[in-house]
């Protein structure tokens, strides 16, 4: 039996150590020592060219035999700069025309070779050429040699056909082992994920290499780690026994054969084969050159990150790219096709380029403008890290609780929510650096933050209202006493800061977490109406009840699935500016020309909140005797939009005031269109229903934050209420869109009576008019009797 057998056609499922298991553990081991000497080489040129350029004419005198970090001097011009980073990008050009130039004819013998002669020998020859590349380059950077030697080092690695060998290789045993359904991609999605997670180790580690020891021992930790696999795969994958000699020019005669025999494709059509190979094309070619044009656009001014910090980031870039992308996939492969997955993939990227790009224009930022811009971008960075995860919980949780009882995951949720609050405590007892503080974030976002919380209480609400008229009052009742909550912490918690500092109010939210933990598990007991389920749950399954209520017409009530979709619609534009507002009103009045104290903004948020939830649950109660509910949710947004306007003008204090006077009714849509939605929807389907609306919320804050924080931040130079204008926008469109829905709902309801025998209604109405005359002739004769 030949190599390639039995790497292909072996059951994957024979041993938990299979072929599969065995390429995953490799490839996060292989990712680590490739990312190390990506990121070392491009931070090496950038330092030795800075090292030996003077006056812009390049020296080439050797005063060290191991470069370390530099960072930006504070004496260098932008110019100088500009200038050093040209000649980095170039250098870094030449380094990948070399290697990829060279390495594309190998690709064209290595991918055919090991469909012939099996995958060991291609993996073995790819390690050991690469090893030999990454020595050369070791002793380049120690003895300091000049960069043509580095380039010519680098051709070396070209002869191995770089990492697309590798990967091409494990990609076609992994394919050749999993089923042609879903399994397959989420197989390959695993194995991207394992080489994430070896990109993120190697990006942490190789900054603190770097700064402490410069740059020859990144490539000797990255020479170590692929010995380490050349190991492992001689021993451990099965020998190659297969004898047949290969004609090595015949080769790139297999790979050509795609596009020439129908017969070696599935779907006998290769005009398809070729598309699909375009839009590939496109999609890659930015993200190949994207790491290192970024890296030399973070080292030097106006960022000029450290080593650490830039291996902090990638590592975090890296994570969040494959390992929660995968994640991801993995939920939406259960209800979404293929092709949107890829739509929303580009969507994705296309927005990721976007915002990079405006990252330039930082150096324009100086003084509280430059302060503010930092906070600002912290405050985003806590949010995303939050939000993003507890996407991902929330879920999960939500049409969980329709399975095993809200009671469970109640308690779950406030239980995390307390220890992130206790571990916060101690970061801002302790002094800690807020990226501490950023990690601890993490336990909320697992707690499914806020949103779990509110999407079970308001399931458990439903559940037990029995009359639709009394649903969104009792929605605004709940959404009133949580406010009234807030506005009591915002008055205390200005004092406690200015009197005790950071420490105290978050010691103080954790008692009140776990007081709320206790009085769950005492006082409340599970609805007996709710079907719970004994038998083992299906964690997975939570992500295709979150997206039934989209796709499944039978689950809900009198309506349709594009009436619903339409309210869903008119809810998350409504949201989105509204979930983002805080942290940029309360920047916005920390800053000039306002400069309020913590104690003023929090009596001023007390008193907006208690105007626009009490005063405007009072008024929801009036307008519910009188108005329809599309009728007050108009009003709602014609005050939201008046108060973003507004308040993007305001300049001194009363002109605040009177932003939050016309906005006190700005938030009368949110229950009306949460009572519209449950109307729609059974009751046993309510927590999926919430989990839908609050995924929406988490969305708006995710993206709500990201957009408006940045405008923020780039417009405040030009002008300081531009973003508010921007924000106004939204709740303008979900009034038009709830008014088309309005007028297309009401000439639907309009009934046509049809008869089929026209006869029938003349009769009757001939009776009629015979009776009635009958009845007035009657009357006329006792008139006259009477006269």
Not at 528 to 541: D, F, M, R, T
Not at 659 to 678: D, E, H, Q, Y
Request: charged residues 15%.
């Amino acid at each position: 039996m030949d190599e390639r057998q039995k790497l292909l056609t072996k059951d994957a499922r024979s041993s938990w150590f299979d072929v599969r298991t065995k390429l995953c553990i490799f490839v996060m081991i292989h990712g680590c020592a490739l990312e190390i000497q990506s990121v070392t080489e491009t931070q090496y040129v950038y330092s030795y060219l800075k090292k030996h350029h003077t006056n812009k004419n390049t020296t080439y005198e050797s005063t060290s035999n191991n470069l370390t970090e530099q960072n930006c001097p504070g004496n260098m011009t932008g110019e100088n700069d500009d200038y050093i980073q040209s000649l980095a990008s170039d250098w870094t050009w030449y380094i990948q025309l070399v290697t990829y130039g060279i390495c594309l004819p190998v690709l064209v013998i290595a991918g055919p070779m090991s469909d012939i002669k099996g995958a060991k020998i291609v993996l073995m020859y790819n390690l050991m050429i690469t090893i030999l590349s990454y020595a050369a380059r070791a002793y380049a950077i120690y003895e300091d040699l000049n960069l043509y030697w580095y380039v010519g080092f680098s051709a070396v690695e070209g002869i191995s056909g770089c990492h697309y060998v590798y990967h091409l290789t494990c990609s076609a045993v992994l394919t050749n082992s999993t089923k042609p359904n879903k399994e397959r991609p989420f197989v390959l999605a695993v194995y991207d994920a394992m080489m994430g997670i070896g990109m993120s180790i190697s990006q942490i580690g190789v900054g603190y290499v770097i700064k402490f020891s410069g740059y020859t021992y990144p490539y000797l930790v990255s020479i170590g780690c692929l010995c380490l696999v050349l190991i492992l795969i001689i021993l451990t994958l099965e020998d190659n026994t297969n004898k047949k000699t290969v004609d090595v020019l015949s080769l790139p005669k297999n790979l050509c054969v795609l596009f020439s025999n129908k017969n070696a494709l599935v779907s006998n059509n290769i005009k398809y084969l070729c598309v699909y190979y375009t839009i590939y094309l496109f999609h890659l070619l930015p993200l190949s050159a994207n790491s290192t044009i970024r890296l030399l656009f973070i080292l030097g001014p106006p960022f000029c990150w450290s080593s650490v910090h830039i291996g902090w980031f990638s590592a975090a870039l890296a994570t969040g790219e494959l390992v929660i992308g995968t994640v991801i996939l993995k939920g939406l492969l259960s209800c979404v096709k293929g092709y949107a997955i890829a739509m929303l993939g580009y969507t994705s990227t296309l927005a990721s380029f976007v915002l990079y790009g405006f990252c330039s224009a930082d150096w324009m930022i100086h003084g509280d403008d430059y302060i503010q811009g930092l906070a600002s971008d912290w405050t985003w960075y806590m949010q995303l890290v939050i939000y993003s995860i507890g996407l991902l919980v929330m879920s999960v949780l939500g049409p969980l609780s329709d399975k095993v009882g809200r009671k469970p995951v109640l308690m779950y949720t406030v239980s995390l929510f307390a220890i992130t609050f206790a571990l916060r405590t101690y970061a801002l007892y302790a002094k800690l650096n807020l990226y501490w503080y950023l990690l601890f974030c993490v336990v909320e976002g697992l707690a499914g933050c806020h949103y779990t919380y509110d999407v079970i209480c308001l399931s458990i609400l439903n559940t037990c209202t029995n009359q639709d008229e009394s649903k969104p009052f009792n929605i605004a009742l709940f959404d009133t006493m949580m406010v009234i909550g807030i506005c009591a912490s915002d008055i205390a918690t200005g004092y406690l800061i200015k009197l005790t500092g950071y420490t105290y109010p978050f010691l103080t939210g954790t008692a009140l977490l776990v007081l709320i933990l206790i009085l769950i598990i005492i006082t409340l007991k599970e609805n007996s109406k709710l079907p719970i389920k004994k038998n083992p749950v299906n964690i997975s399954s939570s992500f295709i009840d979150v997206c039934s209520l989209c796709r499944k017409t039978n689950i809900l009530m009198n309506s349709t699935r594009q009436l619903f979709l339409m309210h869903i619609l008119v809810y998350f534009t409504n949201e989105f500016p509204y979930l983002a507002n805080g942290g940029i009103r309360t920047l916005y009045e920390l800053g000039a020309p306002l400069c309020w104290t913590s104690v003023k903004v929090g009596w001023y948020t007390a008193a907006a909140y208690f105007c626009e939830f009490v005063i405007g649950i009072l008024i929801l109660k009036s307008f519910l005797l009188c108005m329809k509910d599309h009728t007050i949710a108009f009003l709602g947004f014609t005050s939201s939009v008046t108060c973003y306007i507004v308040f993007g003008f305001s300049s001194t204090d009363w002109m605040i005031y009177l932003a939050t006077a016309i906005g006190v009714i700005r938030i009368l849509p949110i229950p009306i269109i949460k009572s519209i939605l449950s109307r729609m929807v059974h009751s046993d389907k309510q927590g999926a229903l919430f989990a839908n609306i609050y995924l929406l919320e988490a969305v708006c804050r995710l993206g709500g934050s990201t957009l408006f924080n940045n405008i923020y931040h780039h417009t405040r130079p030009i002008f300081k209420g531009m973003v508010f204008f921007v924000m106004a926008l939204f709740p303008l469109c979900a009034g038009i869109l709830l008014m088309c829905v309005t007028c297309r709902n009401t000439e639907s309801d309009k009934i046509e009576i049809k008869v089929k025998d026209p006869t029938v209604q003349n009769q009757k109405e001939n009776c009629d008019c015979d009776e009635n005359l009958e009845k007035s002739q009657k009357e006329d004769t006792l008139v006259i009797a009477k006269n």
